[in-house]
């Protein structure tokens, strides 16, 4: 499915923020427009050696005993454990998983391989999985001419990664199911995302794309080879970084104002959001604007930037993209309203967004941003929890409409009739006979008896007449409409949904990816700690302390020191690997580095901080570009991956570069480790051009850009973890907002704290009177020891 493209490419020539649907040459470096021709109709650009021309004519095939039989016979994947790559075992395709095995087919037998890259939950996946790749004719022409490859992105987020940079660069846009054709060498010659099965509309489908390719390799194999050699070149240089210069200066604090500038360039008044439809949530945008806003609240800047995010995140909390029965939300709506989703809900979303609201809550004191927390704990820790503490993936899109149906259809376990709405909720309002729970629920939530979603919002049909339960006013104004008071509405509209909640659990489920992924549990070990701490809930803080004892069992190989990117839930909920272990990348290192120091303040076990540590000097080995700074994506390891890339935007997930230079700098505040606060300012300087040019591409790298011009605020709280006067003032910094803020106990009775060792400062730190003392830090500064609550609400008020 389509997705939101990052809003820099390293090999485009200029840079704006678009969607997936917007297409402009502009984007392409010279270098690589120099290989293309006119724009095909399809909207994909298209190379001068091998433009796409339809064939229907007979080709010899190159291996006879590749052709599919009208037998369904499981392939390769059968033996895979992603839950995508199994999606696919029974398909008539051949398919192989990303391997030397295929790779050596290929070179063997002389054959292009199709490289498919997708996710188990991703809709339009499963719409061309049932065209084409279930279609024996279509896999009688891969089989014959292909060596067929999938990859779960999930699993390999490098591959993706790699080929996604070139599918963006052809064609302005990118988005799963990625298409992808290489030479047996790995360079990529041709893609696009999703192809359909037949031509029409002036576009060639798949099967006429697929025999063009073939027969331009066998004819012109030469000239598809310079080419792939020449596009693997380009991409190289392209994202070959110049050393760091020797007098390097890290960028400007004013990127701040700047960043704060081209995002509200780009917002929507009405309904909230950054961009056009379609509309992603983006909480890395929601988190720098909460940390532009706590710098500057009395400006008229700081105060727009918290009403873009305030406003925002109540619209998407109203919206379709919110599930108002059974909490959590989808991964993005295809119109600006937030109205109809892809239906998918990413735990990725969970986690970012539970941040988002969390600070929301502790900016406003509104109680409705604390109950959407509360929504999506509930969501995940009853539908994407593993009975050990890990956190499943996702939850598909696609579902059965009933136990008969035999075809999935989108958005079917989450949709209502207005039908249903009158049968399920036809009780009467207690006080008033003629009015029905279904009148109330169907005026808050917008349900229609001919649905509520446009034609052109469903392109397959499969929401005719059905309703995506959105809310356009508020509470007060559905109360004053039906003369009821808020407290009854609430408790009114709260039962309807208990009733349809329950209705819906007889519904077929949606599939489950039951994979377990490092860097979103670090994002969801991180969402659940801030959120325990902030609204002092210690079940919160329980299950992001399970989740990183997870993780630590299961995905951290302490004999070799390295983190591993996955594994998987077996029969009875037993976790398994795969025979060979896919190693963490950086991503997997930066995201649990920032869950983990996150835990460490919601709990004060120096376990957690120990343990950041450790997983910050072993990312520092494997993955620092000790000459043009940052850090790359992947080791050097895997021969199979082309290209070394560093993560360098922030979209739908921050960028592992961005959340590692807020923990560098974190991690410099704690320990005094000064290498940490020299490889942060080596980072922000190795990124300067974007910083500089286009900020809001990098919201979360601006963050930490602010942080490390305004310096860290350290709080030291002396006194004994879950003593009472402790508790007493922790509660007072639970209820600030304070970006940049380093939290750490000062326990004298306990000499082993790995803080003692590296801080000489923490030494020199005593208690008043034998009672909990703390003290406030900026800039090598400390404040005076303060003991009593509002002398402390004072000392944080000023020094926020």
């Known amino acids: 499915m389509y997705v939101m493209i990052p809003r820099r490419c390293s090999i485009w020539t200029s840079i704006r923020c678009f969607s997936c649907e917007y297409q402009n040459k502009q984007f392409l470096s010279k270098e690589l427009k120099s290989l293309l021709v006119n724009e095909h109709p399809n909207g994909r650009y298209i190379y001068k050696e091998r433009s796409f021309v339809p064939y229907s004519i007979k080709m010899a095939s190159t291996t006879a005993g590749d052709v599919t039989s009208s037998e369904n016979k499981q392939n390769k994947l059968a033996l895979e454990k992603s839950p995508y790559l199994l999606q696919h075992a029974n398909n008539p395709v051949q398919w192989y998983p990303w391997g030397n095995e295929a790779i050596e087919k290929a ?106 390719i073939a027969h331009k390799w066998l004819e012109n194999k030469s000239d598809v080879l310079k080419s792939g050699s020449r596009i693997l070149e380009v991409l190289k240089r392209s994202v070959t970084a110049e050393s760091l210069p020797k007098e390097g200066v890290v960028p400007s604090i004013d990127c701040g104002l700047d960043c704060v500038r081209q995002l509200a360039g780009g917002y929507d008044e009405e309904f909230g959001g950054f961009t056009d439809a379609p509309k992603f949530p983006q909480p890395v945008n929601f988190d720098f604007l909460f940390h ?78 604390s109950n959407i927390v509360d929504d999506i704990v509930q969501y995940v820790t009853r539908d994407l929890y593993h009975k050990e503490g890990g956190f499943f993936n996702a939850e598909d899109a696609d579902s059965l409409p009933t136990h008969d149906s035999t075809r999935k259809q989108e958005g079917a376990f989450y949709v209502w009739t207005h039908q249903e709405i009158e049968d399920l909720l036809g009780n009467p309002i207690p006080g008033k006979e003629d009015l029905e729970f279904s009148d109330v629920f169907a005026f808050h939530f917008n349900v229609k008896p001919e649905g509520n979603v446009d034609v052109s919002q469903d392109p397959h049909g499969e929401l005719n007449r059905q309703n995506v339960l959105i809310v356009y006013g508020c509470l007060a104004e559905t109360a004053e409409h039906f003369n009821l008071s808020t407290t009854d509405l609430n408790k009114y509209l709260e039962e309807a949904c208990k009733i349809l909640y329950q209705a819906r659990l007889k519904r077929p489920r949606p599939h489950l990816d039951d994979k377990i992924v490092t860097s979103w549990n670090g994002l969801m070990i991180s969402g659940l700690a801030r959120a325990g701490f902030a609204m002092n809930n210690k079940k919160y803080v329980e299950f992001a302390e399970n989740a990183a004892i997870f993780v630590e069992r299961y995905l951290f190989n302490a004999n070799e020191g390295l983190l591993l990117r996955s594994c998987y839930n077996g029969e009875g909920d037993t976790i398994t690997q795969t025979s060979v272990p896919i190693n963490g990348f950086h991503v997997d290192y930066a995201f649990m580095v920032k869950g983990l120091l996150d835990l460490y303040e919601a709990t004060f076990n120096k376990h957690w901080l120990e343990f950041a540590e450790k997983l910050q000097e072993i990312q520092d080995n494997l993955f620092w570009d000790s000459v043009a700074g940052g850090y790359f994506a992947t080791t050097k390891e895997d021969q199979t991956a082309i290209l070394q890339l560093k993560d360098d935007h922030d979209g739908a997930e921050p960028s592992s570069n961005s959340v590692a230079c807020g923990n560098l700098l974190r991690l410099y505040s704690y320990l005094d480790r000064a290498e940490f606060n020299e490889k942060a300012s080596q980072l922000l300087i190795s990124f300067k051009e974007s910083l500089t040019r286009v900020p809001a591409a990098l919201p979360e790298l601006v963050s930490a850009l602010l942080h490390y011009h305004d310096s860290m605020t ?38 082993n704290n790995v803080i003692f060792s590296k801080s000489k400062v923490m030494l020199s730190m005593k208690s008043l009177n034998n009672r909990a003392t703390v003290y406030v830090c900026h800039r090598h500064v400390c404040s005076l020891p303060v003991t009593e609550p509002h002398e402390l609400a004072t000392l944080l008020d000023a020094k926020n």
């Open 714 to 751: 350290q709080i030291y709280v002396v006194g004994r973890k879950d003593a009472a006067d402790t508790n007493v003032l922790v509660n007072i910094i639970r209820e600030k907002f304070i970006p940049g803020r380093v939290l750490l106990l000062v326990d004298h009775q306990d000499p």
């Open 292 to 369: 532009a806003y706590a710098r500057d609240p009395t400006t008229e800047a700081g105060k727009n930037a918290l009403n873009m995010c305030l406003h925002t995140l109540t619209k998407m909390a109203n919206g379709g993209i919110h599930d108002h029965i059974g909490q959590g939300f989808s991964r993005y709506s295809v119109d600006r309203k937030w109205h109809v989703p892809h239906f998918e809900k990413m735990l990725y979303d969970q986690a970012q967004l539970l941040r988002s609201y969390v600070d929301a809550f502790v900016i406003t004191k509104d109680v409705f941003f």
């Open 107 to 212: 070179q063997r037998e002389d054959k292009l391989i199709f490289l498919s890259v997708g996710y188990s939950t991703c809709h339009w996946c499963h719409v061309m999985e049932r065209e084409s790749f279930e279609n024996p004719e279509i896999a009688s022409i891969m089989n014959r001419y292909f060596v067929n490859v999938k990859v779960d992105r999930e699993e390999r987020p490098d591959i993706d990664k790699i080929y996604m940079t070139f599918i963006q660069a052809i064609s302005g846009r990118g988005g799963w199911p990625m298409s992808v054709f290489l030479t047996p060498d790995l360079s990529p010659v041709t893609g696009g995302t999703y192809f359909p099965p037949t031509d029409k509309y002036g576009q060639p489908g798949f099967p006429t794309i697929l025999t063009s």
